[in-house]
């Protein structure tokens, strides 16, 4: 690879720009699980809900060889999997419905700070309605600790809501563990396996998980179709529904079923599963490649979270001293996302960095890339030339990098915050 | 986001980068913004002590490209204006020359900041009081 004399970079041989590589947003999807779905837009368009006659039964037949398929990508039984819109709709299914059915049993929940906002929202939400919520802090590396969590459970817990990735750090929370605490304690465990499923081994059993949700677009199926798992047997946890009508999915979810996005979801999950060992190994591959180009070429770079406990495909890091914004600006032919206040609307810079305990000018640095089925390294060198070359023009021109150069303690300085 | 035309060139070739010599009499120095915000400028103006034009500009910036953008206008804007003219820029200008958005109007105003920071601390290094007008050279008596 080489730079060009105006300073852009040539693109080498099997590089088509731009290049996505924010497979945590969301992921392509895959063309066979295209070619799965389509027959179910046309000419086999049944309602699964119809039960008298073939177009209802073709429906409904596809609808459970689905099921099957999101059970098995989970370690699950068929019947403990209920279709929904997506992770969103799960999550608030699953903490909603739970804590409205065991509200007799206790008001108390817990769950953690770096949450995805679906699971943050809702437990808001019930906190205005009467609900106790414990949100644990999480460690330097992003990972809870189990003695907090044993420390905030009381008589009156009646769920533990921990993820399974965290979507921006990629950090793995030690489920089993969590799982295992919540079963001796007689408490229901839900996790948010969005970033989880169909990435790296879930296992509702081996991992005492009562209720998982996840998300088809987040494994290369479509968007707008999700599943929750609710256990049926050791033990049975039971859920009051929050959509109301005819009664579909077991009454926990009226609705009539998006059969497509259901059989695209279900061949999503079969292909995940089968591929999963290769890709992980794959993917960990690349993402180790980039990380050792940054390491070789650039100093003051902060990894944010824990590597040891992590999805293969995620990559978090600040290119400390360089704001990260400016630094998307610089690679506008890459697509990754940074945790930087200019790219929210709040001007407020990442609450699962900050909750790390990152001053707010490393989080501003940050960036997130997420690797997925259809990054190879070509892209990876690409990206890390580009970055590095970014990162040391904006090095240049910050006073920050200049001023620690020279060993100034720019923490001593009075800043005029404004 | 999407970025005017103006903003993408002082981004891609920004103006006046540099440092000055801090400690020279004919030169300030004004440092605004703070890291915990994502923005921190440097703007330096060596000024001429005969007929108070400021004849060099140079900046730093962490921040967006906006803010670079906006800090590398300024120092183009403050070159060959004398204090008093360099202290009537004021940041809606800045907004209209580079077509900011309202969520980066914040970035204007600590470029109008850092102008006024610069000046003030030359105002302070060479006797005269923050807000006075400068005073005219005078003719001999």
């Given at each position: 690879m080489s730079t060009n004399i105006d300073g852009t970079i040539s693109v080498p041989a099997g590089v088509h720009l731009p290049i996505y590589m924010d497979n945590h947003a969301t992921t392509p999807l895959d063309p066979r699980v295209l070619e799965a779905m389509l027959p179910y837009f046309t000419e086999k368009f049944g309602?699964?809900?119809?039960?008298?006659?073939?177009?209802?039964?073709?429906?409904?037949?596809?609808?459970?060889?689905?099921?099957?398929?999101?059970?098995?990508?989970?370690?699950?039984?068929?019947?403990?999997?209920?279709?929904?819109?997506?992770?969103?709709?799960?999550n608030n299914l699953a903490i909603k419905g739970i804590a409205e059915m065991y509200r007799e049993r206790g008001n108390?929940?817990?769950?953690?700070?770096?949450?995805?906002?679906?699971?943050?929202?809702?437990?808001?939400?019930?906190?205005?309605?009467?609900?106790?919520?414990?949100?644990?802090?999480?460690?330097?590396?992003?990972?809870?600790?189990?003695?907090?969590?044993?420390?905030?459970?009381?008589?009156k817990t009646i769920l533990v809501t921990i993820?399974?990735?965290?979507?921006?750090?990629?950090?793995?929370?030690?489920?089993?563990?969590?799982?295992?605490?919540?079963?001796?304690?007689?408490?229901?465990?839900?996790?948010?396996?969005?970033?989880?499923?169909?990435?790296i081994p879930v296992d509702v059993n081996a991992m005492n998980i009562d209720v998982l949700s996840l998300s088809a677009h987040k494994f290369y199926g479509p968007k707008g179709v999700g599943a929750l798992y609710v256990r049926r047997r050791n033990p049975r946890v039971q859920i009051s529904e929050q959509i109301n009508g005819g009664g579909h999915e077991r009454g926990m979810r009226s609705g009539t079923l998006n059969v497509p996005g259901i059989v695209g979801l279900g061949k999503a999950a079969e292909l995940a599963r089968e591929e999963m060992d290769s890709e992980m190994k794959r993917l960990a591959g690349l993402r180790d490649r980039l990380k050792a180009k940054f390491d070789g070429a650039l100093d003051y770079i902060h990894i944010n979270g824990s590597m040891e406990h992590r999805l293969p495909g995620n990559l978090?890091?600040?290119?400390?001293?360089?704001?990260?914004?400016?630094?998307?600006?610089?690679?506008?032919?890459?697509?990754?996302?940074?945790?930087?206040?200019?790219?929210?609307?709040?001007?407020?810079?990442?609450?699962?960095?900050?909750?790390?305990?990152?001053?707010?000018?490393?989080?501003?640095?940050?960036?997130?890339?997420?690797f997925g089925r259809f990054n190879n390294e070509a892209e990876v060198d690409y990206v890390a030339d580009k970055l590095i070359d970014v990162v040391q023009k904006l090095r240049e021109l910050s006073p920050l990098y200049e001023m620690v150069k020279e060993g100034i303690d720019i923490s001593k300085i009075e800043w005029q915050a404004h | 986001?999407?970025?005017?035309?103006?903003?993408?060139?002082?981004?891609?070739?920004?103006?006046?980068?540099?440092?000055?010599?801090?400690?020279?009499?004919?030169?300030?120095?004004?440092?605004?913004?703070?890291?915990?915000?994502?923005?921190?400028?440097?703007?330096?103006?060596?000024?001429?002590?005969?007929?108070?034009?400021?004849?060099?500009?140079?900046?730093?910036?962490?921040?967006?490209?906006?803010?670079?953008?906006?800090?590398?206008?300024?120092?183009?804007?403050?070159?060959?204006?004398?204090?008093?003219?360099?202290?009537?820029?004021?940041?809606?200008?800045?907004?209209?020359?580079?077509?900011?958005?309202?969520?980066?109007?914040h970035c204007?105003?600590?470029?109008?900041?850092?102008?006024?920071?610069?000046?003030?601390?030359?105002?302070?290094?060479?006797?005269?009081?923050?807000?006075?007008?400068?005073a005219q050279p005078v003719a001999a008596h």
């Open positions: 309602n699964a809900a119809s039960r008298n006659h073939s177009f209802g039964w073709v429906a409904e037949e596809a609808v459970e060889k689905a099921r099957e398929q999101v059970a098995k990508l989970i370690g699950a039984t068929a019947k403990e999997i209920i279709f929904t819109s997506g992770a969103t709709e799960s108390h929940i817990i769950t953690q700070v770096t949450e995805h906002k679906a699971v943050l929202d809702t437990c808001k939400r019930l906190e205005k309605s009467g609900y106790r919520v414990t949100y644990l802090p999480v460690k330097a590396d992003g990972l809870i600790d189990i003695e907090d969590l044993k420390r905030a459970m009381d008589d993820m399974f990735a965290n979507n921006e750090i990629g950090v793995i929370q030690p489920v089993a563990e969590i799982g295992k605490l919540c079963h001796e304690r007689g408490v229901i465990f839900h996790t948010d396996g969005v970033q989880a499923a169909g990435k978090n890091v600040s290119f400390v001293y360089v704001e990260g914004e400016s630094l998307l600006m610089g690679i506008n032919d890459i697509a990754v996302s940074s945790g930087s206040a200019c790219t929210s609307a709040t001007l407020e810079p990442s609450y699962v960095l900050k909750a790390l305990g990152l001053g707010d000018d490393v989080a501003h640095s940050s960036i997130r890339f997420g | 986001m999407a970025y005017s035309d103006k903003v993408i060139d002082h981004y891609n070739n920004p103006r006046n980068v540099g440092q000055l010599d801090k400690s020279s009499q004919e030169v300030g120095t004004g440092l605004v913004g703070a890291p915990e915000c994502g923005d921190v400028m440097r703007l330096q103006i060596k000024v001429n002590p005969e007929t108070q034009v400021i004849e060099e500009a140079k900046f730093k910036t962490f921040g967006c490209g906006s803010a670079i953008a906006s800090s590398s206008l300024a120092t183009e804007w403050v070159k060959g204006k004398t204090v008093d003219e360099a202290l009537d820029i004021k940041n809606t200008d800045i907004v209209k020359e580079l077509a900011l958005p309202p969520v980066k109007i204007s105003v600590l470029a109008e900041d850092a102008i006024r920071a610069a000046i003030g601390d030359w105002k302070k290094k060479n006797g005269v009081a923050e807000g006075e007008a400068v």
